[in-house]
């Protein structure tokens, strides 16, 4: 039951690969979002990192239920309409996170030396693990959408700790024992498990919610019920 999806998704990949490889013709990406990317992975990679983002949206959910080849070829049929249409969308959004990224790094140098350095350091990790080589194939979908809502709470919260470092370091150990448990589980391999990944954005969320809260937050979302779903995950 957990293999059948993975398998389906292989089995549609390659379905797809001529509709795949032309999107990656057409796609207009322009001289600027291609040297925005070049500072975190190669230009090469970026119509290629951007169709694959559109691919995890088309072919993310329902795949379980896939199983004979009327199923299979309706599935095709609709991914391969759907495909070009999702990969502008995600140029759009690659554009956004790329620009909130540039806004974002200058607000992450100190005005004094040493000034805010923990509070300066913890946004640079947190930053290393949303944008990175690969993150636009490798983010899940919905959550590749809210990286620019994520990147400007970064922002507005380096500004503030930069003004008021102590204010700032205690609400960042509010959530030091969610990002320390998140880290374990990556160094572990649990990473990639459904309810670690679950976590995982959901401390995004509390991010917002405890930096910049008039960004909005997803309602749900406290430092009580992450620590009621951390201890279950290690129960």
């Known amino acids: 039951q957990a293999a059948h999806p993975r398998g389906v998704r292989r089995l549609l990949e390659f379905a797809l690969a001529d509709k795949v490889k032309q999107a990656r013709k057409q796609l207009p990406v322009s001289p600027k979002t291609g040297l925005l990317y070049a500072a975190i992975e190669s230009q090469e990679r970026l119509r290629g990192d951007i169709v694959d983002a559109a691919l995890n949206a088309v072919l993310a959910d329902g795949l379980e239920s896939i199983r004979d080849r009327a199923a299979f070829e309706q599935r095709r049929e609709d991914a391969g309409r759907r495909l070009f249409g999702e990969a502008m969308e995600r140029l759009k959004l690659a554009e956004a996170i790329l620009s909130a990224v540039a806004e974002l790094k200058p607000q992450l140098e100190a005005p004094l030396m040493g000034w805010a350095r923990g509070n300066l350091d913890d946004l640079r990790d947190q930053l290393a693990a949303l944008v990175h080589a690969g993150f636009l194939r490798e ?21 503030r700790a930069k003004r008021d470092p102590a204010r700032d370091q205690a609400r960042m150990l509010e959530l030091k024992p969610f990002v320390d448990a998140w880290r374990q589980a990556v160094a572990d391999g ?46």
Do not use: C
């Open 190 to 235: 649990q990473g990639s498990q459904p309810e670690w990944q679950a976590l995982r954005w959901d401390l995004e969320e509390l991010r917002v919610s405890v930096f910049a809260q008039e960004l909005g937050a997803r309602s749900g979302v406290s430092p009580k019920k992450l620590a009621q779903r951390l201890q279950a995950l290690r129960a």
């Open 139 to 159: 983010t899940p979908a919905d959550a590749l959408a809210q990286l620019p809502r994520y990147l400007k709470a970064m922002t507005l919260r380096a500004e």
